[in-house]
């Protein structure tokens, strides 16, 4: 996709150097567009941390390619063995970040150490491919169900809620669930946007809302507790979300606060779907709320803000009470029966065994 009209990814390898791997920032995103130079694994493993970079598919891809970059040094199958398994505890929810590195790993343990950094940066650049094709392809299948309410309400906007990023940069082009939406707007579609702010570390307010107006998409940014009002009131056609892990029967664990949104799109009759790559698939786990492991970030990224003061200066405050603890769990995970359906880049399916067996036979042999 394009910042201020010139194409970018959100990783690529350096053209100039061929080994070191550039990302944008994303903890400085809205306010300036920063690009990171990684050149080993612990700089990958601080930018996942971080959360420079973030979203289920692009810490997929970083990793992989982290790998790479420690196999330049030390391919031997300890280090290959040891990196992996480093990079795997960086973040525990998306299982998009083990799907990335165990498909290294099944590429890279037969190549014979002499051959594997170069073996490393092949199977990364494929992952990284494989998820730009995957991520254009849910946008075509998710299309017709923004067309289908728009002939319902000819000359009217097309509302969808949105929650947290899952846009270009948190894959590595085009989004999951936004890419429907830029699709549906390039398109000629009358889409308009609500985005959930996403406190407490704002991915709709800061990146959702500066992606949609690097693009053109009109959009509105909401509280995260207004949207049951606008459902209310029937102003949201559709929610559409992304997913960090989906399970075999259709739960769907995603940002913080996707479960309200799922059960106050329930009391309102409003559809709610979930978009997904095969690569947040995890057919090994059944019950989603009892097995999916939730991220507990540190209690400061919800007692504080970061925010841009009126003279340009990006600030972080308290805004919580003096003294008050904080919680803070990253992830929640919405039931299957809250979920309208699936769109993958298979097509769509209902969120369930059958629906997911329907599109992934192979992954339903290997559950
Ligand atoms: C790519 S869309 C799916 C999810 O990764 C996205 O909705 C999300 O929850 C990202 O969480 P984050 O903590 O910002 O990495």
Redesign the pocket.
């Known amino acids: 996709m394009k910042i201020d009209g010139v194409p970018y990814r959100s990783v690529w390898v350096d053209p100039e150097d061929g080994w070191s791997v550039r990302i944008l920032d994303q903890t400085r995103l809205p306010w300036t567009v920063e690009i990171l130079r990684l050149t080993d694994e612990r700089q990958v493993a601080h930018a996942i941390k971080s959360?420079q970079v973030?979203?289920?598919?692009?810490?997929g891809a970083v990793a992989a390619y982290g790998l790479a970059l420690a196999l330049r040094r030390d391919d031997s199958d300890a280090a290959l063995e040891a990196v992996a398994a480093m990079l795997g505890r960086t973040?525990p929810?998306?299982i998009?970040l083990r799907w990335a590195l165990d498909r290294m790993l099944r590429a890279l343990r037969p190549v014979a150490p002499g051959r594997r950094a170069a073996a490393a940066y092949a199977a990364a650049a494929d992952i990284a491919e494989d998820d730009v094709e995957t991520c254009r392809r849910i946008g075509q299948h998710g299309l017709p169900l923004l067309q289908a309410i728009a002939a319902r309400k000819p000359g009217k906007r097309v509302n969808i809620l949105t929650?947290?990023?899952?846009?270009w940069i948190?894959?590595v082009d085009y989004?999951?669930?936004l890419s429907v939406i830029y699709q549906a707007h390039d398109s000629g579609l009358p889409v308009h946007v609500w985005v959930d702010e996403t406190r407490p570390?704002n991915?709709g307010s800061a990146?959702t809302a500066w992606e949609l107006g690097k693009h053109g998409v009109p959009h509105t940014v909401i509280a995260d507790n207004a949207g049951g009002h606008l459902m209310q009131h029937g102003e949201v056609d559709i929610v559409l979300?992304?997913?960090?892990r989906v399970t075999r029967q259709g739960d769907v664990a995603?940002?913080i606060g996707?479960y309200l949104k799922a059960l106050a799109a329930h009391d309102n009759g409003v559809p709610f779907w979930v978009?997904?790559p095969h690569s947040?698939l995890d057919m090994s786990v059944r019950d989603g709320v009892r097995e999916i492991p939730i991220?507990e970030r540190d209690a400061r990224e919800v007692l504080e803000t970061t925010g841009q003061t009126w003279d340009g200066r990006v600030e972080t405050v308290r805004t919580a009470a003096p003294g008050s603890a904080g919680l803070n769990p990253?992830?929640d995970v919405t039931p299957a029966r809250l979920v309208t359906g699936l769109i993958t880049e298979r097509g769509r399916c209902e969120a369930s065994e059958t629906g997911l067996r329907g599109l992934y036979p192979e992954f339903a042999a290997a559950a």
């Open positions: 959360m973030r979203g289920a598919p692009l810490i973040r929810t998306a998009n929650h947290c990023n899952t846009g948190a894959t989004g999951t669930a570390r991915q990146l979300v992304g997913t960090d995603n940002k996707t978009a997904l947040t991220e990253a992830f």
